[in-house]
């Protein structure tokens, strides 16, 4: 069954860009973001503001990716930024620019904006952990950052170790998942994300491919 879609009360929302680049470094998100804040320089204004990363296929034929990896991008793939609503007509600025990441040359596109899919279950791949905490600590400092925004979760559910190279500081993430949400908190953390590096495409939430993630909502009590 489709996601339910909303706009009645994000702030946010999602610009998808069709790009022409056959590949980049797998750790591309500092570049990434510096490329295109020197053409939207706005977007380091707001703590909400992000990009997301682009991704390839994560594994395939029994092997796991290294982060070392160059990934291949299909035709399909959109370079998204997470911005305000209001802020739609100027990130259109970023249409038919070239930006050189590492050795590679992405040229941006016609955007249009992607409202947030509203489902049970968000996830994000990077989370920025901070340096010496271990997992339930990890979790115990997410559930403030939720309580702090009026969530209160049963269950969230932590996944693999990462590490990202940004501004020559290695950072360690952890992907995460936040099951069961209303429809309110689904919009609000689409809206807010998590922890630290939105501009790097940390904390940033998507829907989680699952058949109970798109499932229909019934109406919140």
Avoid at 129 to 154: C, Y
Wanted: glycine residues 6%; aromatic residues 6%.
């Amino acid at each position: 069954m489709p996601e339910e879609k909303t706009n009645l009360t994000s702030s946010m929302t999602d610009i998808a860009y069709m790009i022409n680049c056959k590949t980049l470094p797998y750790d591309h998100a500092f570049e990434l973001s510096n490329q295109i804040t020197m053409v939207l320089p706005w977007l380091n204004d707001n703590l909400q503001n992000g990009i997301h990363m682009l991704h390839g296929p994560h594994a395939g034929h029994g092997w796991e990716r290294s982060t070392d990896d160059t990934i291949f991008l299909s035709k399909r793939t959109r370079l998204i930024l997470r911005i305000p609503k209001t802020h739609i007509d100027q990130a259109k600025k970023l249409e038919g620019v070239t930006l050189k990441i590492s050795n590679d040359t992405l040229v941006v596109g016609k955007s249009y904006e992607k409202p947030f899919a509203v489902t049970r279950d968000l996830f994000s791949k990077f989370v920025i952990v901070d340096e010496g905490i271990d997992e339930e600590q990890f979790l115990e400092k997410i559930n403030n950052e939720l309580q702090q925004n009026g969530i209160s979760l049963h269950k969230t559910i932590c996944g693999k170790t990462n590490t990202l190279e940004i501004n020559n500081k290695k950072k360690s993430t952890r992907s995460l998942m936040l099951p069961g949400l209303s429809k309110q908190q689904s919009i609000l953390i689409q809206d807010k994300g998590l922890g630290e590096g939105r501009i790097f495409g940390c904390g940033l939430f998507v829907p989680h491919k699952s058949i109970d993630a798109v499932a229909n909502f019934k109406d919140d009590e």
